[in-house]
């Protein structure tokens, strides 16, 4: 350190880089409003959104439209006679339900909504979305510096004949 010149600590002086601070702190709430609690298998119900993990051993036995996964989210169809039926979620391609033998599945988690996360993703994108509206600079487009007259107008109800 030069004498005479301290460390200044870190300020954001401009808006952008405010805007900049705050996206930075908003990236971890970017994984979505739902968190994922381990259970076990004779827990989960039908119509319950999980995220199951399937031994390394039983990748081969998997069906084809799973390409091999050893991480699959979907929703429970039913548990039935020592398997678990699923329907995956595989993006925006529409599948059968498939059945995983209990005994393949490594892990089980469910799909629970996370309602703080939720309310603090909603609040940092409207403070985002406010500084962004504060942030644009600059006059309307056709105004010339003059009023705009087009919002000036104002309507008028007839009442009567």
């Known amino acids: 350190m030069k004498p005479g010149n301290p460390v200044q600590p870190f300020r954001c002086r401009s808006l952008q ?27 989960v119900a039908p119509g319950e959104a999980v995220r199951l993990r399937v031994f390394e051993q039983a990748v081969d036995r998997l069906p084809a439209q799973l390409e091999r996964r050893t991480q699959v989210e979907g929703t429970v169809v039913n548990l039935d006679a020592g398997r678990l039926n699923l329907l995956p979620e595989l993006g925006s391609v529409t ?18 909504l996370d309602r703080t996360r939720t309310w603090v993703s909603v609040a940092v994108g409207a403070a985002l979305g406010v500084g962004l509206l504060l942030s644009i600079e600059g006059e309307p487009a056709g105004t010339s510096g003059g009023p705009i007259t087009e919002f000036m107008t104002g309507w008028s109800l007839r009442l009567g004949g």
């Open 17 to 43: 880089c405010g805007l900049r601070v705050l996206l930075a702190l908003a990236l971890p709430l970017a994984t979505g409003c739902y968190t994922y609690t381990q259970v076990g298998v004779e827990t």
């Open 95 to 112: 599948t059968d339900p498939i059945a995983l033998p209990v005994s393949d599945i490594e892990a089980i988690s469910r799909r629970e």
